[in-house]
């Protein structure tokens, strides 16, 4: 299959137009909405302060509430604490809670399979280890060349047709759609399947039967390919090599441990790495004093990342966990107590103003830019961070060396974001082409 031939996803849906996180008039804790309309999961950040460092939310109108965390010490302090759980099935809501917000709970029951996301203890150390190995540098080095292709196919792309262009779509999200096929090895009898499915898996304003439809086809195509992958072993690419790397292990994993396992790097690895490509252009396409640091030096372009990283993260607020135990901030003095839902709010932690001067503040010299949380803390944190860092410079890189003078057609400012409080990142980010 060719690179240029892989089909490019759906952009993700909009949510509804909704108010800013604000205390109801009457009262009570703030609603947790996400990016909308005039306004960005920043701005939601921003006032979500005034009520402390993990106030009580709500999700969405109602009456399904969590603490969300805004601290950049809390949510280190919580993702490395073994007294926080996302295992729904052993520590999860009655079903009846998941009813009262449709997308969300949709969303974070459909993706609460066997894969290390939602594993807890001994559990998620035997679903994150294969994937551990299998995304390490070996896996990262034979991938450089297939990601310098799909951007260098994706860049001649671009050169060949209109000079004003909408850099998600055509750029963006081309670039980690087409590594995650080639990544899986997906042949090209599933390529029109996995397309479909995976067009819907972060669709915020899909009904919970629309959710599970679109979920339940990933899930069909991974079956697929995993089963494939059983019948024909020996191949270089990822199914393949979680194949080998379970079996090597008394603990083998089962089909749908693999997976879900697969789904999760989907999920977590695509629609975030988008995100990432596209947040670092704008932020380097609007400050040309960086733009012209990052051109000049790959240490440069990579301090830019993690800036871009730290102060807009893709990955928004991780999925409800939950409490099993009490735990303490030493720092703020805050409790989460036993059975609280939690959402560790990572874009919040980028812009904490107690570790970060001035956050808001792109700045691709400062010190601390590397202490951010974009991809985790602790026993979560991604382990495909090396590879989408490869596809984030790589892609960036690139760009700007073919297309220097590019300039947004509208400001920042206007610049449409995801209406999500799960990614954050721009719906569309149209462009004048000029090398």
Known sequence: MSITDAPHPAETHPAPDLPPATAPAGGGCPVLHGAG??????????????HGPAPQVELLPGGVSARVVLSHNLVKLLSSSPHVSRDWSRHGPAQ????????????????????????????????????????ARRRVEAMKPVIAEIVRA??????????????????????????VICLLGMPEQLLVPFHTAAAGLFATDASAEEMALSMQGIRDVLAQLVALRRE??????????????????????????????????????????????????VDLMTHDEART??????????DAMEESLRRRS??????????VEDVTDPVSGQTLHKGERVILHLAAAGTDPDVYE????????RATSRQHLAFGYGPHFCPGAALARL?????????????????????????????????????SIPVQLAG
């Open 358 to 365: 001035d956050p808001e503040r792109f700045d691709i010299t």
């Open 232 to 281: 024909q072993p020996g191949g270089d690419d990822l199914v393949s090599d979680l194949i080998r790397e379970a079996e090597t292990d008394e603990n083998s994993l089962t089909d749908t441990e693999l997976r879900d396992q697969l789904l999760l790097v989907i999920t977590a690895g695509v629609e975030t790495t988008v995100h990432a490509i596209g947040t670092l252009l």
């Open 391 to 427: 596809e984030i410079t790589t892609a960036v890189r690139e760009f700007l060396q073919r297309f220097p003078a590019t300039r947004l057609t509208i400001s920042e400012a206007e610049l449409p974001s995801v209406q999500s409080f799960i990614v954050t990142g721009y719906q």
């Open 293 to 302: 640091l990052v051109t000049r030096s790959q240490e440069a372009m990579e």
């Open 37 to 50: 309309p005039g306004r960005t999961n920043a701005d939601e950040v921003a006032s979500l302060r005034a």
């Open 314 to 323: 893709p990955a928004t607020a991780v999925p409800t966990r939950f409490m």
């Open 154 to 179: 994706a860049l001649e792309d671009l050169a060949d047709g209109p000079s004003t262009v909408d850099l998600v779509p055509a750029f963006a999200l081309r670039v980690p759609h087409q590594v």
């Open 96 to 135: 009846d809670d998941k009813t009262m917000v449709p997308w969300y709970w949709a969303w974070s029951v459909q993706t609460a399979g066997a894969n290390a996301l939602n594993a807890y203890g001994e559990a998620h150390r035997k679903l994150r280890a294969p994937v551990a190995l299998a995304l």
